[in-house]
């Protein structure tokens, strides 16, 4: 970790979401949209690091964070929800998938939105006003719609709520799901970009009901924010099949460079070029967007899940890297081979 920052204030956003303003360090940057991997400054959990995304700018004073808690995971948000100022926590280098690629309709789920408020923030401060954007974003209950008065006072932005759990909602919410028949109507090859940022239940629905209406897979942004049940089981099932394996030898191609190391079977191949400093391209991690995909060339894989490669690029021996857990002792990935 390679930043302490302070905790100068905590205010309760929602019931169970709060924002929190730490000091900036000198000279750290990021890019609106970006997060960080944030640990609490405290024994027992300085090796307990989730990813939380800047809802500042990158020239303001504070380092800023919407964050919401999850007491039942007994984790990481439960603490964040009760520090109190003069606290302490460590962050390392920014990352993330979303960044301003121009107007266009911005759907999140829950804690989803927070990428999206540093990214529409900035293009209002540049632009003077949000045209063509438009937020539609999905919560459980009104009551769970996180920083509503903000969205709805940005000049041009277009709001749309929707709640899943609460039948008969207050004015300007709607009752209903994110799906194929709600975005029917509001996808359009000339809307610009969908950028896309929720759990993976939603994002997987929504890329499902985007592709179907006609937009193109580079029109679509996506990241992740948690997992499924699902998808975690099955991670852990891999790590756990791998236990004693030998490890696997791979030679990884990426722009016109080959580079070699050793990872476990439990691990994705992704995970382990990234690990390996390699730059290899990923942004949703679910196996939804493709931007991870590479040509495995020698060996096998297994791949968990995929909602983005065709038949006939799997049978060329195109493959989801953040999916694909080697069977193989050896493998040769190829990024460069599209
Ligand atoms: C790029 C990125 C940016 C993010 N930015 C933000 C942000 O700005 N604000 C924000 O609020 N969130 C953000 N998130 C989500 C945030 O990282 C998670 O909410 C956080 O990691 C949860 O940490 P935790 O320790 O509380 O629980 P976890 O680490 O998720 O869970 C701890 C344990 O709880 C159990 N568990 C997990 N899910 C459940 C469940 N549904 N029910 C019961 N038990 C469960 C599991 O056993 C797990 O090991 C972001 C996520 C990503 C990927
Ligand atoms: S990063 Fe999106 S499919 Fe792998």
């Not at 964040?80 to 789920?109: N, S």
Request: charged letters at 25%; aromatic letters at 8%.
């Amino acid at each position: 970790m390679s930043h302490r920052l302070t905790l100068n204030r905590i205010e309760p956003v929602t019931h169970d979401t709060h924002h929190l303003v730490f000091d900036r360090p000198e000279g750290f940057e990021f890019t609106p949209g970006q997060a960080v991997d944030l640990a609490l400054d405290r024994e027992g959990w300085r090796e307990e690091a989730r990813p939380f995304t800047f809802v500042s700018l990158p020239g303001e004073a504070g380092l800023e964070f919407v964050i919401k808690s999850y007491p039942e995971h007994d984790g990481v948000t439960e603490q964040i929800g009760r520090m109190t100022p003069g606290d302490a926590v460590l962050i390392d280098e920014p990352w993330g998938a979303i960044r301003d690629e121009g107007a266009g309709t911005f759907i999140a789920g829950g804690a989803g939105v927070t990428p999206f408020v540093a990214v529409l923030r900035q293009r209002l401060q540049k632009e003077g006003a949000l045209e063509g954007c438009r937020l539609i974003f999905s919560n459980a209950t009104e009551q769970d719609i996180i920083l509503r008065d903000t969205f709805e006072g940005m000049t041009g932005l277009q709001t749309e709520f929707i709640v899943t759990d609460q039948p008969d909602p207050g004015p300007g919410v709607m009752a209903g799901r994110i799906d194929r028949a709600f975005l029917k109507d509001r996808v359009d090859q000339e809307a610009g970009k969908f950028y896309v940022c929720g759990p993976e239940p939603m994002m997987l629905a929504i890329a499902d009901a985007l592709k179907t209406h006609g937009l193109e897979p580079d029109q679509i942004k996506f990241e992740l924010f948690s997992e499924s049940q699902q998808g975690r089981l099955a991670k852990q099932e891999m790590a756990k099949r791998s236990e004693g394996q030998a490890q696997t030898q791979v030679t990884v191609k990426i722009d016109g460079a080959q580079h070699s190391f050793t990872m476990a079977k439990g691990q994705s191949v992704l995970d382990a070029a990234l690990e390996n400093n390699l730059d290899a391209p990923f942004a949703c991690k679910a196996g939804v967007c493709s931007t991870c995909m590479c040509k495995v060339t020698e060996g096998e894989v297994e791949m968990l899940s995929n909602h983005a490669l065709e038949d006939y690029e799997v049978e060329r021996g195109y493959r989801l890297s953040c999916q694909s857990y080697p069977l193989s002792d050896t493998l040769f990935i190829d990024y460069d081979h599209h």
